[in-house]
């Protein structure tokens, strides 16, 4: 690949320029994958912050159609994986004329499997109401149908309705070479399809999955590949968390339940009393799931292994769990090879209860059976005790309808960066992957040393586009008037302003109690606006509406403060309630503060500052999202300006101009608005 092809392509009259309406010749993009190229040559690692509106997508993809390898791309979403797949990388392959073949691979749970939904389909009392009978019939003629079997095609059945998890299979419950459909198998293809690309379009919980599994020893997921981009790359380290550790819930014991029993009577109806061994697991799941009961008075209703109030209840009936899943194991063992659905329960519940198992140790004496108790020859001390806590933390999570055990490594670090191949080129980029310039904390949280950084500011012109407004007048997030407070500030925005608006909050109970203030004060004020709630709808279908409404009004949380594009004046002003510092009593949190403190460090400077900077600067970046772009972003949090860490937060934003005064926010939507 030569640096002058690359310039010919980026060029204002270029092969980009003619085949995308409305592409802009960009240094900074140029720059960028002059400098994935040098990675690829040199197979290193790319961390590239690279702003708003750089173009970072072609960037990454033209080096990679150019390189001549095995190439896969990881995205944050599924969505963005679908728009790279089905428009970004067909456009790219047209206008340069390369003849690259291209592949999406998703979790298995994205894909109908026919076993599963032939199971389904012949078992009338599993279906839990009318409308599960219709959606039923219509992902049946979608598999007969589908080339793919992707569940993103049909849209006329919710994303997130049940009837997914029961047509579709787990790693566990998958029956492999033995499934009467594995010709037909839509996984299966899709992993051939993507063994045989050029480039292979991927997400994040996809790789960490991939990564998780290579750590057991099974490398048959993700093909082998000379270049690796994260997009998004920001989100890698909350995924590989979630994804390097590991859960049960009472879901997953229920489920377990009903398929061992529906399997015995099935398939091996003399064995035993299967209803019976069905209602053990059941009880059992339930007794853990009572005994866990104070947890939910406990703040996040969550508590570590450590503060669980009652422990010995609580271990007990956990001790009682596992006997029973003993007991299960053996009685599907005897029977497991009269049917693959038999062979898929005694899997799970060795699955399960090897999870189960793995969350008891250490025990709370800081013995750890599953790590070799060793003895020091110098001292005759013993080695290998208690200091698992270190590595991992634990916690139950309990609420009025479900309980899950949780455990997740405090570092990353290590196992991520231990998985590039020395063959391999990685690029991560991101808008938001530094704090001012400073991609320290980045660099800590993925153990990548060695990688080189590099940052591209936004090409757009912010301090013309938009105003930040911090108002002066507002109590501290704590107040407990403050919500209201808050509202009384976005009002007189509200009232001018002729766009869409979108307030972020960071909690979901700030969702509920700004929506229900604003749904009072447009009563009062007779201000006709249609009022998105988070919650009352999937994302998808609050985003088509919110787009769709022009002025609408949404308030949403964490899901909503990144990977949001409402260009033009679908979006004319953001209001963010308070700084996003994680939640204190989010386990993971804790853990790594302490550890942090025992350590010497500064958790705040060290840990939440940085974190709270990077998805503050997320939340911010929805407001401008091209050239014609303009808007206000209103900050309610007056830490931001009064504390001494404020200006490392307020330097990390886009260079918006800046104003206390409410009345020069207002004048600033007028004009705007007049000028359009």
Known sequence: MLLQELSDIFAPDGPLAQAVPGYRSRKAQLELAQAIEDTLRNHS?????????TGKTWAYLVPAFLCGGKVLVSTGTRTLQDQLFQRDLPRLRNALALPVSIALLKGRGNYVCHYHLERLSGDERALKSRSEIGQLRQIQVFAQQSRTGDRSDLSDVPEDADIWGRVTSTRENCLGQECPHVRDCFVLK??????????VVVNHALFMADLALREEGITDLLPTVDM?????AHQLPDIATRFLG?????HQLLDLARATEAAGLAHARESTNWTEAGKRIEHAARALRLAAAPIEKMPGRKATFQAIPNPEEFDTALDELLGVLDHSIKLLGVVSEKHPDLAAAAKTCLDVRARLYQWTQPDRQGHNALKPVQTDPGTGQQEGRGNEDGAAVRWVEHSLHHMRLHSAPLSVAQIF???RSKDQAWVLTSATLSVKGDFGHFLRQLGLWDAQTLSWESPFDYAAQGVLYAPKMLPLPSDRNFNERFVDALMPLIKVSKGGVLVLCTTLRAVDRITEILEQRFEDEDIERLLLRQGESSRRALLERFRAGSN?????SASFWEGIDVPGDALTLVAIDKLPFAPPDDPVLEARLNLCRSQGGNPFMEYQLPEAAIALKQGAGRLIRSEQDWGVLMVGDTRMIDKPYGRLLWRGLPPFARTREPGQAVEFLLRKQDAD
């Not at 690692?45 to 509106?53: K, S």
């Not at 590991?246 to 009472?250: C, G, I, K, L, Y």
């Not at 609408?552 to 949403?556: K, Q, S, T």
């Open 45 to 53: 690692t790319l961390i590239a912050e690279a702003g708003t509106g």
């Open 228 to 232: 690796v981009v994260f997009d998004e």
């Open 552 to 556: 609408a009004v949404l308030v949403g």
């Open 246 to 250: 590991s859960s049960v819930s009472s």
């Open 190 to 199: 899709a992993r051939r399809q993507a063994q045989d690309a050029d480039l």
């Open 417 to 419: 960066s231990r998985y």
